[in-house]
């Protein structure tokens, strides 16, 4: 639907041709862009439920948002959300001005360590004043990660108790399309797209309206805020489907809001090899996987493709290997 770091829409289809017949439920246990489940056969349903959940409530928000997309749709046309490009381009300016009151909005705001950073740049600055001005940076930064954690904490606590927001639906997607594609919105800074033929933010709005997407949307069962061990723990079945796509190996710090480190990858394993349903596994492969999820006793299969987080202007798209580990024969 949008793009996201880690977002799975080009290797979905190869992802489907494994997921078991006969599962009851289909859970998406870092469900992020949920592009797994959005690619799916609109008119083949997975299960008899689905299960959205994401450890960052902004994404939570989203979708439960977008569970309803037609009364989304609407409440987007009313705001009247400037756009980089296509046939009602605002001017650049309006687009970026939006972009960083969005922010300002949803996290703490950038603007000070920004200008700050900038003050830093002119060389004719006395060194003194230059560590003050290093110490007053270093307190922005601080204070801007604090705030960030009292902002998201607040969200949380209120998409945990059921609640949703239209506005922070919407305003997390202009962040999400209008800044380089995969970026993390809580530090992404804005992108200009206005050369462009059609708006990111254009092309979310107008699948909201889509009815295969609004089908989708509407088979959505429930969208959970937990983490991986507490959403395993409610759905797990011998009839249930977990398909699981953590943050890969030695990139957990590319992700926001998601309180996944390194020891959650064995603790993620634990939960795993001690399920009753049955479960995919997205990685790169590295030293360890192999001990972690032996090839001869789970199902391993590899797929090359394009690395969308390589997609920069001007540069060669790289390849990686995609490793698909399961618990059971496909």
Known sequence: MIPYIGGKQRMAPWIHSFIPSGIETYVEVFGGAFWVYMKSDVDNPLAKQHI???????????????????????????????????????????????????????????FAITTLRKILEDKSIVKKERKALNETLDFARKRRTEVNGQISEKFGEKIKAGRK??????QYVFLLTNCFSGAAAVEATFTDDSK?????FAAFHKKLNDEGNVRRFKNITACE???????????????TYFYCDPP??????????????????????DCLHNMKGKFSLSYYDFDGLNDMYPKDQYK???????????ARDGEAQSIGEEVLIMNYQP
């Open 52 to 110: 959205y959940n994401d450890f960052n409530p902004y994404m939570v928000n989203l979708y439960r948002c977008a569970s309803n997309p037609k009364q989304l749709s609407k409440f987007i046309d009313s705001k009247n959300v400037p756009l980089q490009s296509g046939e009602n381009k605002s001017p650049l300016d309006e687009c970026r001005k939006f972009f960083y009151q969005c922010k300002d909005d949803m996290f703490a705001s950038t």
């Open 165 to 170: 927001d239209q506005m922070a639906a919407m």
């Open 196 to 200: 462009k033929n059609s708006s990111k």
């Open 225 to 239: 805020n937990m983490s991986f061990e507490e959403v395993i723990a409610k759905y797990d079945s011998p009839t």
């Open 248 to 269: 890969y190996w030695n990139t957990e710090d590319y992700y926001s809001l998601h309180g996944f480190g390194r020891e959650e990858h064995f603790q993620l394993m």
């Open 300 to 310: 391993w299969e590899t797929k090359e493709f394009v690395k969308a987080s390589g």
